[in-house]
């Protein structure tokens, strides 16, 4: 199984990747600027829920910038997702990304 989400936007956008409890783990994480000229900025992080103000947050990618028609390959750094938490990405304005996660 793979996901594919297309993140575009006028503001900053908190996406979820896969869900909190869910079964799916990911082996690799490519993320995709394909922004025709600007850079794109982009967090990810593990939160055991998406809307609760005392939510558990563990970031691991941070404001991480990536050049227009460049790419990120996540593989050893991702951690596992177990007991109730979610995989989150938040993009920055207008920033045009592509994840895909296997």
Known sequence: MAIYKNLRGSTAVTTELVAPGSSFLPKKIQVTNVHSS?????????????TSSTASTFVFVNKK????????????????IIGGFGLYATTGSSDEIDIFLS
């Open 38 to 50: 600007a850079a794109a900025t982009f967090s990810l992080f593990l939160q055991n829920t998406s």
């Open 65 to 80: 910038v990536i050049a227009n028609a460049d790419y990120l390959t996540l593989t050893d750094e991702i951690p596992n």
